[in-house]
Structures are given as structure tokens and as C-alpha cells.
């Protein structure tokens, strides 16, 4: 069996080390620094440099593969993944890119293709657990609290970012679309910041972020959903200040005879402030609430994860638990598990009575445990 995977970043080399143990995983990236740390992470991955915006060289590219990861930055997902289909090859998504996947959902019925897209931990694993239960309960209520944080608080932003800046700070400037009473609302990112504690952790300050995606529109049904994003109190307030300032601000402005986007000003000075060190402590959290009724009976369903950086296989939590639902997802396909042709968010897949226990137990092998309560 022989595995793609476009993106050697930080998630994508975990997702490589992780399937490599039992398959011929080749790892893809423009990056030769990114590629090298891999192959001293496992020599076993064959590495290969390649320019991953050539979309029209995917089916070269693509060809004696029978699987495919892909796990791009999010501005050239969207394009990475009509390609990879167009390629005909089944793939699970972990780019988290802007645009509506479903909107490729008929080109991957007409290539015979099976696409699990938003493989990460929020969206991703929050997914496919509204989706186990909405097929056995009618849910009132979804709220999802998630972040991946530093164990170590230096100042001034008490925060490392697993992704690019960019992606981070479209998380922070986007609109946040929520659900609430069977309408759609849309609230300022950042906005009602609540203080939430937690044993693990202490006290961490959640906010509203855009992180429902395609559960609006396949999970329209139920009334009530919001997700909220995690940070150390006070992180947020420099956040806004930035935004305030101008920092993110997409126009450019001219300096010493330059033009320079001021957001692509400050990405470029947050990859040295936020880049985690390859051996930092750090941790994921999430909790999510599922209330409904169960059989007539009112009912909450609570998933509680916390886990930190794996000494053991040298793997960050945020790419441990983001990478393995992605992992996990592809194996869905290779085991055939889930056989559906076409674009399909996890939500869609969780109803399927195999694949959500399945998903559980291959996150339990690798030690990142769910605690689940109100069974």
C-alpha cells in the first residue's frame, strides 16, 4: 500500500512517522528543512521536494499512489485537493481551507473518489461526534471549547502556533458563524470572552471563533452550536490591539519605496514568536457538550481530552491528536470501513455505526484518550 502525503510540516511529518510503520509512506513539500526533519525523525519515509501549487502535475505526481494525505497550508487547500481528486485518488483532508469542500463534491462522485475532509481535532474529531450522536439522539445543543497552548507562559502572547501565522490569525479576524435557536448569527471573532476553568490547566479565557464549517448546513437541524476557542487570559486583549493597529490588515502599504502587506508583514515576525521549540511542552484541551433527547429521556453527552507533548515519539499533542483523526480518517477508507463516493466533513461518517468506535480505539492505541461521561 503505497501512501502520498503533500505537506511535511509539523502535523504532516506526525501523520507520516505515524503510517509508516505499516505503510510505504512517501512525504511531498517545497521545503527541503521541512523534509530533512523528517527523514531524521524516519528514514524509513521517502521524501521528495515538489512545487505543491503545480496542480496541473498531480496526476504525474500522484501516479502509483493508492492513498493520499493532504496537509497544506489552508490557502492553497481548496486547489490541492480538486487536484488530488481530479487525480482520481482517495484522500483524507487535514488544510482546513477557507472555501466549501462540498462545493467538490460532485467531481469526486464523477472520479470515483472518496474524500474525508477537515480531519483535525476542532473541526475534525468534534465532527464525528456530533455526528455519532445525532444518528441516536435529537440534539438541543452542541458547544465545542478547544485549544493547543504552551505549558511554559512567556509573555507578551503566552502562545505557540502548530499551524502558520496566517491560518491562526484568519481564525482571529474571521467572522464567527454560530447557531443559535435555528438561526444562523454571526458574531466579531474574539467576542464574549468568558473565563472557564479547568483541573488540568487552571483558568483559560474562551471566545468565539469560526470554527463550525460545514456543521451550519449538514447539522441544521439542531438549534443551538458554537464553538469556542481557548487561549491564557489576557491573550486575546493583545490580539485585538493587533488587529486595531493594523497588523493584520490584508491592503498593502508602502515603505521606503516597497509595497508590503501588513499581514503578511507580521506572519513573517509571529513564525519567530510562535514557533515551537521541537522538544517544548505543551498541550491540547478540548470539552465538548452534547445535550438532547435520548429515547424521550434528556440527556448529556460530555468529551473531555487533554493531552501533551509525547517525549516517547518526539510528537507535539496539536499534531498527535490533529494528524491521528487524519490517519484514522484514511484508514476508514483503506479498510473499508466507509465507501461512499464523494466529499464528505466527518459528521457525515460518524452515523456509520463501525467508524466513530473505530476512530476512539485508534486514538487509544497511540495514548491520546477521550474521557466520556454521561453514557
Keep these: 500500500m503505497k501512501i502520498a502525503i503533500l505537506g511535511a510540516g509539523m502535523v504532516g511529518r506526525t501523520m507520516a512517522v505515524d503510517l509508516c510503520k505499516k505503510y510505504d509512506v512517501t512525504s511531498f513539500d517545497i521545503s527541503e528543512h ?67 469542500a462540498l462545493a467538490l463534491n460532485t467531481l469526486a ?94 483558568t483559560l479565557e474562551s471566545f468565539n471563533t469560526d470554527g463550525l464549517r460545514s456543521l451550519l448546513f449538514t447539522m441544521a437541524h439542531i438549534p443551538n452550536m458554537k464553538e469556542r476557542t481557548l487561549r491564557y487570559p489576557g491573550h486575546i486583549d493583545l490580539i485585538k490591539a493587533m488587529i486595531k493597529g493594523g497588523f493584520f490588515d490584508i491592503k498593502p502599504i508602502r515603505f521606503k519605496g516597497v509595497e508590503i502587506s501588513p499581514l503578511d508583514f507580521s506572519s513573517a515576525i509571529l ?6 521549540k521541537p522538544d517544548e511542552d505543551e498541550f491540547t484541551i478540548m470539552n465538548i457538550k452534547v445535550k438532547g433527547l435520548q429515547n424521550n429521556v434528556p440527556k448529556t453527552f460530555i468529551y473531555d481530552l487533554f493531552d501533551k507533548y509525547d517525549a516517547a515519539t518526539q510528537a507535539s499533542s496539536m499534531s498527535r491528536t490533529t494528524g491521528y483523526t487524519c490517519t484514522a480518517s484514511l484508514h476508514l477508507i483503506m479498510n473499508g470501513l466507509f465507501t461512499e463516493k464523494g466529499v464528505f466533513p466527518p459528521e457525515l461518517i460518524g452515523s456509520y455505526r463501525d467508524c466513530f468506535p473505530f476512530i476512539l480505539q485508534y486514538f487509544k492505541e497511540r495514548g491520546v484518550n477521550y474521557k466520556v461521561t454521561g453514557e
Design 271 to 276: 513564525i519567530g514568536q510562535w514557533k515551537s
Design 109 to 202: 462522485k464523477e472520479n470515483n473518489v472518496t474524500a474525508i475532509v477537515d480531519c483535525g481535532v476542532a473541526p475534525g474529531m468534534s465532527n464525528y461526534i456530533i455526528g455519532y450522536h445525532n444518528a441516536t439522539m435529537q440534539i438541543t445543543s452542541f458547544e465545542c471549547l478547544v485549544g493547543g497552548l504552551p505549558v511554559q507562559r512567556i509573555k507578551p502572547f503566552e502562545y505557540k502556533a502548530p499551524f502558520s501565522p496566517i491560518d491562526v490569525i484568519e481564525e482571529y479576524t474571521r467572522p464567527a458563524r454560530m447557531m443559535e435557536n435555528g438561526v444562523i448569527v454571526t458574531k466579531p471573532a474574539l467576542s464574549e470572552s468568558e473565563l472557564v476553568d479547568f483541573d488540568e490547566v487552571g
Design 34 to 100: 521541512a523534509l530533512a526533519t523528517l527523514s531524521s525523525k524516519e528514514p524509513t519515509v521517502k521524501t521528495v521536494k515538489a512545487d505543491l501549487g503545480n496542480y496541473a502535475a498531480y496526476g504525474q505526481l500522484l501516479s502509483g499512489f493508492d492513498y493520499v494525505i493532504t496537509a497544506v497550508p489552508g490557502f492553497m487547500g481548496y486547489k490541492t485537493l480538486e487536484a488530488v481528486i481530479k487525480a482520481k485518488k482517495n484522500v483524507a483532508d487535514i488544510s482546513f481551507f477557507p472555501e466549501d
